[in-house]
């Protein structure tokens, strides 16, 4: 007999697939709250250089954080073409910069691997998992480790 945990597993994961240049990333779909088009952010001063800035959303302000340059992989030059993931971290609500949504993925156990371990221990933070699915190897976003402790106060 399986208990419910058991059966979400075996019933696979669900996950919201992206790119980050030439990257493709995920995050669970129960942390996603919305996707959007981009819309031009209001920077603030003294923010780190990965929030873009905020924008009003539906009377909430909201943070933007581009991925691209929280990963060490460049800043985005932000178009129409961009989009906005709204995730949930924590108790805050945050909104990542993407360059585009790319599928749902429903994961079973099997394609779900540990983080290889590597010379640098931010990439073991950063990510949760790697998905391993035909030809694509595609890494799962830590929500918890993107966002720093300090800037999640101020969210």
């Avoid at 696979?12 to 779909?29: H, P």
């Avoid at 929280?70 to 990542?96: C, F, N, W, Y």
């Avoid at 394609?111 to 391993?132: A, C, G, Q």
Wanted: aromatic share 4%; proline share 5%.
């Amino acid at each position: 007999m399986h208990d419910e945990n058991e059966q979400a597993v075996v019933g696979g994961e669900e996950f919201i697939a992206f790119r980050v240049g030439e990257q493709e990333f995920c995050v669970e779909i129960t942390s996603t709250r919305e996707i959007r088009g981009w819309s031009q952010a209001t920077r603030l001063p003294h923010s780190p250089d990965y929030i873009v800035g905020v924008i009003n959303l539906r009377g909430t302000i909201l943070p933007i954080m581009d991925l691209s340059a929280r990963l060490g992989m460049g800043m985005s030059a932000p178009s129409e073409r961009h989009v906005i993931i709204v995730v949930q971290v924590r108790d805050k609500t945050i909104g990542l910069l993407v360059d585009s949504v790319s599928d749902i993925l429903d994961v079973g156990p099997d394609h779900l691997r540990p983080v290889p371990e590597v010379s640098s221990d931010m990439s073991t933070e950063m990510f949760n998992r790697v998905i391993v699915l035909d030809k694509r190897i595609i890494c799962e976003i830590c929500l918890e480790s993107i966002m720093p402790e300090q800037e999640m106060q101020a969210a």
